[in-house]
C-alpha cells in the first residue's frame, strides 16, 4: 500500500490574525497595533502580554494593512532588484534611485538578485506581498513574463541595465555595444592588433551585447579577436585567465574587460606578472581608486546615477497616472583615458 496514501490528513492551521493576538493577550485589537508598530502609549504590562500572545501563536503581522499605507492605497514604498548591493554600480543606482525617491517621500526597499533567477522570483514575491508601489528590476532570469499580473493589477514595473524578455515595459540601459566598440577603436589607435576579450556571463544581456560591439568594431578594423574568454564573474576566475593568456605563444597585447570585478581580477594579474606598464587595457564600468592605480585605469564610463534618476523619473510618471508606450531609453557612456588604455602598442597608430 502507498504510504502517502494511508497516512492521515493534513490539517492546516488558519493563520493567526491581529483579533486572536488581542483575545489571548486580553486587549483591544488597537493595543496589539500599537505594540505591532513600536508605537508609544502602551503600559508595559500590556506590551508584555501583547508579545507573549505574539510569541505563542507565532503571529506575523500582514504587511498589506500596516499603518504604513496611505489613504490612496499606496505602501510609500518602491521596490528596488538589484545585481549586488556591494557592487559599486549597484550602489550608485541604488543611491540615485533613493535620492529621488526622498524628495516624494518614498522609501526604497532593496535586495540583491546574485544572477540567481530564484532569488529574482523570490524578492519580487516579497515584496509585492508587502504591497510595493512599483518595481525597478535588474533581472537575472531569462524570462519575466511571471510579472504580466504586476503589471496588469497597476504596479508600474521599470528594467534598468538589462532589457526585459516577454514583458513590454520601460527599460532604462546603457549604449554597451556603442561603448565596448569606443574601447577598441580606442586601442587599434594607440597600434594594438591582438586584442582580448574578457567577459562575464554569457547568459547576461549587457555582455552579450558588449562582445557584439568589440567584435564589430575590430572587424570594422579588419582585425580578428585574438582571443576571448566568457562566463568570467569573478575576480579570480579571471586573473586565472589572463595569466592563461599572456602565457599563449601569441599574448595579447591589449585588453577589453567587460565589466568592473572583471577589470579589477585582470589588473591583480597584471600587476603579479609585473605587466601592468606592457599590456594595454580598457574596462568596462569605472570602479573606486581606478585613478589611483599605477597606470591608471582607462574606462568605459556608464551613469548608474543617471540610470537611476531615469528609471524614478519613469516610475513616479506612472504612479501620477501618465501612459506611454514601453520602450528602451539609452544612456549614453564615455571614455575616461587614464593611462592604461594608452599604453602603445606594436603598430603605428
Keep these: ?46 506590551t508584555a502580554a501583547v508579545r507573549r500572545a505574539i510569541a505563542q501563536l507565532d503571529y506575523r503581522p500582514n504587511f498589506t494593512a500596516s499603518s504604513l499605507r496611505r489613504s490612496s492605497g499606496r505602501s510609500a514604498a518602491i521596490a528596488a532588484l538589484l545585481e549586488d548591493l556591494a557592487n559599486p554600480f549597484s550602489a550608485a543606482l541604488h543611491r540615485a534611485l533613493e535620492d529621488a525617491a526622498r524628495e516624494r517621500g518614498v522609501l526604497i526597499f532593496a535586495g540583491s538578485v546574485d544572477e540567481n533567477p530564484d532569488r529574482e522570483r523570490e524578492l519580487v514575491h516579497a515584496f509585492t506581498r508587502r504591497q510595493a508601489d512599483a518595481l525597478v528590476v535588474v533581472p537575472a532570469s531569462d524570462d519575466q513574463s511571471y510579472l ?31 561603448g565596448a566598440a569606443s574601447a577598441v577603436h580606442h586601442l587599434v589607435a594607440h597600434g594594438h592588433r591582438a586584442v582580448a576579450y574578457l567577459g562575464d556571463l554569457q547568459t547576461i544581456a549587457t555582455a552579450r551585447q558588449r562582445f557584439q560591439g568589440f567584435r564589430e568594431a ?3 578594423h579588419g582585425i580578428r579577436p585574438v582571443a576571448a574568454v566568457h562566463d568570467l564573474h569573478t575576480e579570480a ?17 591589449a585588453l577589453f574587460t567587460s565589466q568592473n570585478l572583471v577589470t579589477i581580477g585582470a589588473i591583480r594579474a597584471l600587476l603579479e606578472l609585473g605587466r601592468q606598464d606592457q599590456v594595454a587595457l580598457v574596462g568596462f564600468d569605472d570602479f573606486p581608486l581606478a585613478d589611483l592605480l599605477q597606470p591608471a585605469v582607462t574606462v568605459i564610463a556608464q551613469d548608474p546615477a543617471e540610470m537611476g534618476r531615469t528609471a524614478a523619473s519613469l516610475i513616479f510618471r506612472r504612479l501620477d497616472g501618465e501612459r506611454w508606450r514601453p520602450r528602451t531609453h539609452l544612456v549614453a557612456t564615455r571614455l575616461i583615458p587614464r593611462g592604461s588604455g594608452e599604453i602603445r602598442g606594436p603598430y603605428p597608430g
Excluded: I, Y
Design 1 to 46: 500500500m502507498d504510504s502517502a496514501a494511508s497516512a492521515p490528513p493534513t490539517t492546516v492551521r488558519a493563520r493567526p490574525t491581529l483579533r486572536d493576538v488581542a483575545q489571548l493577550a486580553g486587549v483591544s485589537p488597537k493595543t496589539v497595533s500599537r505594540v505591532v508598530n513600536g508605537e508609544a502609549g502602551v503600559s508595559a504590562p500590556k
Design 218 to 220: 575590430l572587424a570594422d
Design 237 to 253: 576566475e579571471t586573473a586565472a585567465a589572463v595569466r592563461r593568456l599572456l602565457a599563449a605563444d601569441t599574448p595579447p597585447t
Design 148 to 178: 504580466a499580473g504586476e503589471l496588469n493589477a497597476g504596479t508600474p514595473v521599470v528594467f534598468v541595465d538589462r532589457p526585459p524578455v516577454g514583458l513590454r515595459v520601460d527599460a532604462v540601459l546603457a549604449d554597451n555595444h556603442q
